[in-house]
């Protein structure tokens, strides 16, 4: 025991509880951190005390938030201890993901383009896309719009292989600088055009701890679903009243993620943040996407 409030133990353990989410601490940080903590659960404890003295303990809404969080606990939980029992990436997995990418790692490139979303409204677009192949500039396709008076805007952007999508990565590092790519997507036509790239490859000793993040999240993804399909052929699912439709209703597939690996790999390698995304690089994000 650490502390009693109106009779009210505060252990040790929930000390222990808060400072296991701490980043590590030096002996000499360990005492005062754990006073600071034994404070803020005092504090807890009071603030309690008050709210249960106002009955807010009973409010549905208080309830409900239980609940749920009672709920999101247990699934958490129980997701861990499945998952904890996936073996890690093994050195030839690494070793194989590194060979089969190049154009992730050892013919890692910088790309930077120019992007020209253009409004084919108005039932434009198969001219425009005939313009695009009979056009060999992009400067002198430009003209041709401003001409015609059919709106766009430009973008321009940098990215790194492992911020381009995994799905558009093999055709974009098979291109050669000043070539270009054309989307639809309705009545929106995209243009990105590779205005130069330059050579970045990783080693593959930087890159093994990015591949192994990713590896592993892969894993716990697959074994996920393949875990709820099994809970889901054992159980006994009834939809009733307005949500029958639900049944036959498809479940909307998660959105991929845009990049081959966690984040940047060098941020990945350096355990950093990724930086905030620039006007211009979402858009090339949002853009690039759309690329198939």
């Given amino acids: 025991?650490?502390?009693?409030?109106?009779?009210?133990?505060?252990?040790?353990?929930?000390?222990?509880?808060?400072?296991?989410?701490?980043?590590?601490?030096?002996?000499?940080?360990?005492?005062q951190a754990a006073a600071e903590v034994l404070h803020g659960l005092v504090d807890?404890?009071?603030?309690?005390?008050?709210?249960?003295?106002?009955?807010?303990?009973?409010?549905?809404?208080v309830?409900?938030?239980?609940?749920?969080?009672?709920?999101?606990?247990?699934?958490?939980?129980?997701?861990?201890?499945?998952?904890?029992?996936?073996p890690k990436p093994t050195d030839q997995e690494i070793k194989d993901y590194y060979t089969q990418h190049p154009e992730l790692f050892a013919n890692r490139r910088l790309y930077r383009f120019q992007e020209l979303l253009i409004d084919g409204s108005g039932g434009r677009v198969a001219e425009i896309r005939q313009k695009i192949g009979s056009t060999k500039q992009i400067d002198?396709?430009?003209?041709?719009?401003?001409?015609?008076?059919?709106?766009?805007?430009?973008?321009?952007?940098v990215?790194?292989?492992?911020?381009?999508?995994?799905?558009?990565?093999?055709?974009?590092?098979?291109m050669q600088d000043g070539q270009a790519m054309v989307t639809v997507n309705g009545s929106n036509v995209l243009v990105v055009q590779l205005v130069a790239s330059q050579q970045q490859p990783m080693t593959m000793e930087t890159a093994k701890p990015v591949i192994a993040a990713y590896l592993t999240n892969s894993k716990r993804r697959e074994a996920t679903t393949a875990l709820l399909k099994r809970l889901h052929d054992k159980a006994k699912i009834e939809y009733v009243g307005a949500f029958v439709y639900a049944a036959k209703t498809p479940v909307a597939k998660p959105v991929a993620a845009p990049a081959a690996v966690p984040a940047s790999a060098a941020g990945a390698v350096k355990n950093t943040p990724a930086k905030p995304a620039t006007a211009a690089s979402d858009a090339m994000e949002k853009g690039l996407s759309g690329l198939k």
């Fill in 1 to 31: 025991m650490a502390a009693k409030v109106n009779g009210d133990e505060i252990t040790v353990h929930q000390i222990n509880q808060v400072l296991s989410h701490a980043p590590s601490l030096k002996p000499e940080q360990a005492k």
């Fill in 44 to 61: 807890q404890q009071l603030l309690i005390e008050q709210a249960k003295k106002d009955k807010l303990d009973r409010n549905p809404q």
């Fill in 63 to 86: 309830v409900a938030a239980y609940e749920s969080a009672h709920a999101q606990i247990l699934t958490q939980a129980y997701l861990d201890q499945e998952l904890s029992k996936l």
């Fill in 140 to 157: 002198a396709f430009v003209e041709w719009l401003k001409a015609e008076k059919i709106p766009f805007r430009v973008n321009n952007g």
């Fill in 159 to 174: 990215k790194k292989a492992e911020e381009v999508p995994l799905n558009l990565l093999p055709r974009l590092s098979k």
